[in-house]
């Protein structure tokens, strides 16, 4: 008998949409810590330098520089905001501070925590700024988020976590989006035209 | 009841049906396999080697109408092999005589949701319920290689996230771009959604999403010959996004694709004469030919030169680029209905068919779409 020439199983689960369609928000996902990759290794959060001291009594110079890593890597890369009430609206009031330095003038969240893995091993430990949200209008609130919009599972009273590796991965510099709208110029200009068309689809 | 609950929102468009489960087409196995399934693999390799020769010729990258500003940036992806996702030949065929090429939609092929899950549940519905035998098949592995492949071109970027793009105000391409984030979460990628018309720069060069996460790897549901010449085009090389589809897809997806392979593959049994309009005295007077621009979708600007009289067959916003000829060969009639087949790859491997049927010898995008199955 030939094989068959159709996909064996699809997992209907997955495409069973009860809400179908919503443009989703920002992905609340948990990729780092549901793959099942046994690369993973513990990674624990901590809420201010004191706390990382008092767990790790033998390596409180450890401590010290995971933790100004993570405050230079959240100068680096945290989300940025144009107005206090932008960054207030993701994050919740008084979450926010205005930065001033030489990559120009906005709001970013204050780092909320800091994630640290292998602070012990001789060769090297990890270490990544965390934030938080107290604003009833995002997907972050009450959660640990990564400064590239990853959402952790579990509330942020959860402090034990398995990652992969590349959970501490150096992100990229993200600077303040300048502007929008510099693609789908096409679409209105092209759109205007014609009524057998359905609604602007530029699939083919 | 059952497309609510899957979220298939556009089987019905201006009242007219759009997906109709009251009837199939049937195939044999010999016929998927030697007349669709091996020519499709065929054709593709023969585009590809159409693809190598352009990104070399400087002659030829004009002739496909890429701004010379972004000649590099297309060689590029093409040399560094880029990873692509998918295409979607469309073929007349007949059931008996050898598919022939129409065109090859590498950029932006739509209809996916309903090709690689939707009929293939429709199939599974109808063997449960007893209306067709529990042997027959269909030419479907879409969904299973999609996911694959999104899982390969993660692992090719090294990356464990990737964004989808579509434009705004359209539900369908809003599906098909939804279908494809489910499959990457199949294959355990991290799946972020931005309207393409949202995209924004940042201060230094990266594009942005609405929360301004930067997009290292972006699927766009959107052409490649949009992109090129709209004023974020610029900031495509420094911006060092992944790009799926890649941009060596302009060319693949550029219908003057369709003359070069004529040219370098003349009366290959699944092509149809084509040449460069202002080539045109090379296309004899007394036949029929079609005029298409290199770049079009939804079958729009498209005339019938019959004995040197040009016929507007549908109207349309493009053409500005320049135009081909394509021998006229037209689509055959079953029960009053003028079939196309779309014939998908993913990557570089055939993964099933999708049937489009419409009153009017040219599908335009309210046909309808039906099921298939192998028996």
Known sequence: MATQKRSKHINLRRMRKAFALKPLAVGVAGVMLSACSDDRQDARIYTSLDECKIDNPDAIAQCDAAYQTALDEAVRTSPRYNSEYDCEHEFGANQCQYVNNNQGSFFMPFMAGFMVSQLLSPSRYYSQPLYTSYSPYSSYRSRWVTADGYVFNGDIRKRNYRVRPDAFKPKPTVTRTMSRGGFGSSVRAKSSWGSSSRSGSWGS | MLAAEYGFHFHTMYGEPYWDESAYYQFSLAQIENHIEDPTAEIH????????????????????????????????????????????????????????????????????????????????????????????????????????????????????????????????????????????????????????????????????????????????????????????????????????????????????????????????????????????????????????????REGANISLLDNGEEKVLSEGPYGEEGFILQAYSPLPVFDGNHTLIGSWLVDDMPAGISIREDKSPITQDLSRYLPHIIL
Not at chain 2, 74 to 91: A, I
Request: proline share 5%; with cysteine.
């Open chain 2, 45 to 296: 390799q023969m585009c590809l080697s159409i693809v190598d020769e352009v990104v070399n010729s400087e002659k030829l990258m004009k002739r496909f109408a890429i701004p010379q500003a972004h000649w590099d940036f297309v060689r590029q992806s093409w040399l560094n092999k880029e990873p692509s996702l998918y295409s979607r030949l469309d073929l007349v065929y007949d059931g008996v005589n050898p598919a022939k090429l129409l065109e090859n939609n590498a950029d932006t092929p739509t209809s996916l949701y309903e090709s690689g899950f939707w009929q293939w549940l429709w199939l599974e519905h109808q063997v449960q319920e007893g209306h067709i035998a529990r042997n027959a098949d269909q030419f479907n592995s879409l969904q299973e290689k999609l996911v694959h492949r999104l899982g390969e071109i993660a692992q090719f970027y090294q990356v464990h996230e990737m964004h989808f793009a579509c434009c705004k105000d359209t539900e369908e391409d809003r599906g098909t771009v939804q279908y494809l984030q489910d499959c990457a979460s199949e294959a355990g990628i991290e799946d972020k959604f931005v309207y393409v018309e949202d995209i924004g720069l940042s201060e230094n060069g990266l594009f942005t999403d609405m929360s301004n996460n930067p997009l290292l790897s972006c699927f766009k549901l959107y052409p490649w010959e949009f992109m090129l010449s709209e004023s974020y085009g610029d900031h495509l090389e420094t911006a060092d996004t992944n790009w799926i589809e890649p941009p060596w897809k302009a060319i693949l997806s550029n219908k003057a694709l369709l003359p070069l392979l004529w040219q370098r593959f003349p009366n290959h049994p699944n092509l149809l004469p084509s040449y460069f309009s202002d080539g045109a005295h090379k296309a004899s007077s007394n036949e029929k030919w079609i005029k298409k621009p290199l770049f079009s």
